[in-house]
């Protein structure tokens, strides 16, 4: 049985959640990758490694582009079993095609529709109201309550105009209006996500405006500008390509667990920046702690807000 998913974090929870190991299909397919003479495959032609398995379990469909699953259709053998588990109301895949959503609405492979809300679910006005966007129904709003039995109070909506008030709104909400709600600290529970990179709510300027209310640098610690971005010790970031090679080490109770990989979607915090090293060290939420040359910093970009792209690599 062969395990696969088209984004590292995602192949990294089909680990911890099956613990069988699982691979990124680039990974899978060695597209990409350095050849023996250190030269990368010529792509344009290469039509990707064979996969050895009587069955394949590809997750995150939806992510997956037609050039990924030309790939991947040409690598699997004669008889082998291909299972593909997504949901086609997810967002689109970044590069081109709707391959999920084109495979089930063509009703010529087996598909199995999960649609049920479960007792704990239907409780939840986020869930509620993700099946109501995808039925054209308006979602339920604060006051709608009585329509929902013990309905939890975790979806609010804030309408706004001008662009500028609704940057005040975010950094307000981050900044402690969330914990007249619950016991809500940004860097543990907290992620603001928006649709685009550009213009006053885009996540360049939401991040600028949200490290400087919540990670100012006054204490004169260390700064590393990179990209345009400056870095400091206590910055959330996120690495934003796979990088199967970085070393790591992780505290395992009393053992220290070595590794390497670091993949697009993992998000981790600045615990550390040597100027006489030119290093930085990054802390990530699975507790492993990562090097980075300065030179490698354009693996990573701050992750206060991201893009709902992003989000889905997580």
Not at 302 to 308: C, L, R
Request: proline share 2%.
């Amino acid at each position: 049985m062969v395990l696969c998913a088209p984004t590292g974090r995602a192949a990294k929870r089909m680990t911890e959640t099956t613990q069988k190991e699982a691979s990124t299909l680039h990974r899978l397919l060695e597209i990409g990758k350095i050849d023996e003479d250190s030269m990368y495959k010529d792509t344009t032609n290469y039509e990707g490694a064979p996969i050895d398995g009587d069955l394949i379990i590809v997750d995150e469909m939806s992510m997956v582009d037609m050039f990924l699953m030309n790939y991947l259709l040409k690598c699997v053998y004669q008889g082998t079993k291909l299972i593909l588990v997504g949901d086609e109301d997810q967002l689109a895949s970044v590069g081109p095609g709707s391959v999920l959503k084109d495979l089930i609405h063509s009703e010529q492979i087996a598909t199995i529709h999960l649609d049920k809300i479960f007792r704990q679910a239907a409780k939840s006005k986020i869930i509620i109201n993700a099946h109501r966007v995808n039925q054209g129904e308006k979602f339920l709003k604060k006051g709608d309550e009585e329509l929902v039995e013990d309905m939890n109070d975790d979806f609010f909506f804030i309408k706004g105009i001008y662009q500028e008030k609704m940057l005040d709104e975010v950094i307000s909400l981050c900044t402690g209006r969330l914990q007249n709600y619950g016991d809500y600290d940004f860097f543990q529970n907290i992620q603001v996500l928006s649709p685009t990179k550009k213009g006053i709510l885009g996540t360049k300027e939401l991040n600028r405006a949200l490290q400087e209310k919540l990670n100012p640098n006054i204490k004169d610690l260390p700064e590393k500008v990179s990209m345009g971005a400056i870095f400091r010790q206590g910055d959330r970031v996120m690495q934003i390509k796979n990088n199967y090679d970085i070393y790591w080490e992780k505290q395992v109770q009393n053992e220290k667990e070595m590794g390497s990989g670091v993949f697009n979607g993992e998000i981790g915090t600045i615990t550390e920046i040597n100027e006489k090293e030119k290093k930085v060290e990054i802390k990530f939420d699975d507790e492993k702690i990562a090097w980075y040359e300065y030179t490698q910093l354009d693996q990573i970009e701050h992750s206060y807000a991201i893009t709902i792209h992003k989000s889905q690599r997580k």
